[in-house]
């Protein structure tokens, strides 16, 4: 059974920094791309991060681009999110995705639980 | 970046009734993904690939279009489809979107 467990949120300051962590079981890990994918307070999802099966390439909105880290390890099945210079406006519940395929399309299709962030003094 | 407009923002039907949830992409995408989201719950693939159900999705749902318009269909609808409804389009390099969703209720 896929699973991916986050953890790692919290309450932060504004301008510190939180790490995400996500730990996955129940497939081959380092055959997935995986993604990271937010949540404001009764607001619509938002894609956060995106990072190639060998970490060698990732992608990010502006919104988070130069702020934000994504990374992972294989050997350890884990996804991590570096969150620096953090802003009141990342205050959301942050979700773990993974990016299957199938012919020609990509899709996030299992998530976490999702780990709830709160940036505020 | 491309930008996804869903309509309606919110809809109530009545059990039976047909529903068709929209979502218009700005410039013309590859195909569309959707999801589900119940309160409280992470969002669940429901449609990929414009049309192909997700697995353990009932078949009275049904995904469709092309370009840059997209349609969700519950040809009738069940008090278990309350939700709110996104899609994702993954099929242009990032930035990925998401439209701002569809809330379904009962009426």
């Known amino acids: 059974e896929v699973q991916l467990v986050e953890s790692g949120g919290g309450l932060v300051q504004p301008g510190r920094s939180l790490k995400l962590s996500c730990a996955a079981s129940g497939f081959t890990f380092s055959n997935y791309y995986m993604a990271w994918v937010r949540q404001a307070p009764k607001k619509g999802l938002e894609w956060v991060a995106t990072?190639?099966?060998?970490?060698?390439?990732?992608y990010y909105p502006d919104s988070v681009k130069g702020r934000f880290t994504i990374s992972r390890d294989n050997a350890k099945s884990s996804l991590y999110l570096q969150m620096n210079s953090l802003k009141s406006e990342d205050t959301a519940t942050y979700y773990c995705?993974?990016?299957?395929?199938?012919?020609?399309?990509?899709?996030?299709?299992?998530w976490g639980q999702g780990v709830m962030v709160t940036v505020s003094s | 970046e491309i930008v996804l407009t869903q309509s309606p923002t919110t809809m109530a039907a009545s059990p039976g009734e047909k529903v068709t949830l929209n979502c218009l992409a700005s410039?013309?995408?590859?195909?569309m993904n959707w999801y589900q989201q119940k309160s409280g719950a992470s969002p669940k693939l429901w449609i990929y690939?414009?049309?192909n159900l997700a697995s353990g999705v009932p078949n009275r749902f049904s995904g469709s279009g092309s370009g840059t318009s997209y349609s969700l269909t519950i040809s009738s609808m069940e008090a278990e489809d309350v939700a709110t409804y996104y899609c994702l389009q993954l099929s242009s390099y990032p930035p990925y979107t998401f439209g701002a969703g569809t809330k379904l209720e009962l009426k």
């Open positions: 990072i190639s099966t060998s970490g060698s390439r990732t």
């Open positions: 995705a993974r990016r299957d395929t199938t012919d020609y399309y990509y899709y996030f299709d299992y």
């Open positions: 690939g414009t049309s």
């Open positions: 410039s013309s995408v590859s195909y």
